[in-house]
């Protein structure tokens, strides 16, 4: 499922022809790799929620003209995310539990989905949600459409056109962007309960000395995280001490623990077959690193509830002059042998 307004996706969406062999579904490409690589005893394949053509990442050539931006709107405003969500619930509840679900899909708001499933079948205060993203995915549409009006008003390089109608009088509406907010509205996990690992998005200090409303409310939905316990580990703490991340999951004491990763985490360097490419990630050995890490949480003794692998774009996912030149789908299955199969993963020099 593949909601995205951007631009750059509508252009990417409409300009597919038939020629271009592209499957559309990351599930299909991940799972070549479980196939080829894992015993069949240690895995089960469940199947996937139907989505409807026009709304994949890779629609029909037939279809494009459906693929618009006013049908995106109008699916995001009309709480369609939410819609699927709910039914990846209900497939986790029916189809999968109490086994450990593994999700491979495009929308991360569908993360929000799996995860309600999951407090329902356990208790909420006994697990933890750990996501690994460069965004924090928590601002509702109010948020961000008053921080674009900002811009759009203060500075004369905004990228933002103030004549564009859906820049205005948006619903708040459960998406990729907000589905955090809503579990913490919820109460679908409790907020100290929540690791938000990787995070680029995180506004610098000069930001929070803007007066204006539109960006206090915009800045206030990061502060009220960490001021109501989410603990937020950016790229740059990252950086600066691995021992970091090592020390935020010693924190971990619920007996399970939901693990989702953006694969976002590494665009630009690791990957470029990611939706969101406008924070360069980190390069494919520290995503390693990262999952060692929450396997060796797991070694530890705090259980795997379950897992996803999210934000894939099948239009740059393998793409360049040789199929192996983007790595995008083999990293994925490499986090899934890591820390669903505790795989030890051999590390290059960086």
């Known amino acids: 499922m593949d909601p995205d307004e951007r631009d750059e996706s509508l252009r990417e969406k409409t300009c597919l022809s038939t020629s271009d062999r592209l499957s559309?579904?990351?599930?299909?490409?991940?799972?070549?790799?479980?196939?080829?690589?894992?015993?069949?005893?240690?895995?089960?394949?469940?199947?996937?929620?139907?989505?409807?053509?026009?709304?994949s990442p890779?629609?029909?050539?037939?279809?494009?003209?459906?693929?618009?931006?006013?049908?995106?709107?109008?699916?995001?405003?009309g709480d369609g995310c939410l819609d699927?969500?709910?039914?990846?619930?209900?497939?986790?509840?029916?189809?999968i539990l109490p086994q450990i679900p593994c999700m491979i899909a495009v929308d991360h708001s569908l993360t929000g989905g799996a995860f309600a499933s999951l407090v329902g079948?356990?208790?909420?205060?006994?697990?933890?949600?750990?996501i690994v993203d460069s965004h924090v995915d928590s601002l509702p549409t109010s948020a961000m459409s008053g921080a674009i009006q900002y811009d759009m008003a203060t500075n004369p390089n905004s990228v933002y056109d103030p004549a564009d109608?859906?820049?205005?009088?948006?619903?708040?509406?459960?998406?990729?962007?907000?589905?955090?907010?809503?579990?913490?509205?919820?109460?679908?996990?409790?907020p100290r309960n929540l690791y938000l690992v990787g995070v680029s998005d995180y506004p610098p200090k000069k930001a929070f000395r803007i007066k204006d409303g539109r960006i206090k409310h915009y800045l206030d939905c990061y502060s009220s995280l960490k001021r109501n316990g989410v603990k937020i580990l950016t790229k740059k703490d990252l950086s600066l001490s691995p021992a970091t991340?090592?020390?935020?999951?010693?924190?971990?004491?619920?007996p399970y623990v939901y693990i989702s990763i953006d694969m976002d985490i590494g665009a630009r360097n690791a990957l470029n077959g990611v939706r969101f490419r406008n924070?360069?990630?980190?390069?494919?050995?520290?995503?390693y690193r990262i999952a060692m890490s929450l396997r060796e949480m797991i070694d530890q003794g705090v259980r795997l509830a379950g897992m996803d692998l999210m934000e894939f774009n099948p239009r740059r996912a393998n793409s360049g002059n040789m199929p192996s030149d983007d790595h995008t789908y083999l990293i994925a299955?490499?986090?899934i042998k890591i820390i669903c199969f505790s795989e030890k993963y051999p590390f290059c020099a960086d």
């Not at 699927?84 to 189809?95: D, G, H, L, P, T």
């Not at 619903?171 to 679908?188: H, K, Q, R, V, W």
């Not at 924070?279 to 995503?287: T, V």
């Open 24 to 55: 559309g579904d990351p599930y299909s490409a991940v799972m070549q790799y479980v196939h080829n690589e894992i015993g069949g005893y240690l895995w089960d394949e469940r199947g996937s929620i139907e989505v409807p053509p026009w709304l």
């Open 58 to 77: 890779v629609p029909p050539v037939s279809l494009q003209r459906d693929a618009l931006l006013e049908n995106i709107v109008r699916f995001i405003d």
């Open 84 to 95: 699927f969500a709910q039914s990846v619930s209900k497939f986790v509840e029916e189809c």
């Open 121 to 130: 079948f356990y208790k909420p205060d006994d697990i933890s949600l750990i």
């Open 165 to 190: 109608p859906f820049l205005r009088n948006r619903p708040d509406s459960y998406n990729a962007s907000s589905f955090i907010y809503y579990l913490l509205e919820e109460g679908l996990i409790d």
């Open 245 to 254: 991340l090592t020390n935020l999951i010693g924190r971990v004491k619920t």
């Open 279 to 287: 924070y360069q990630g980190i390069n494919e050995n520290q995503i």
């Open 333 to 335: 299955f490499n986090l």
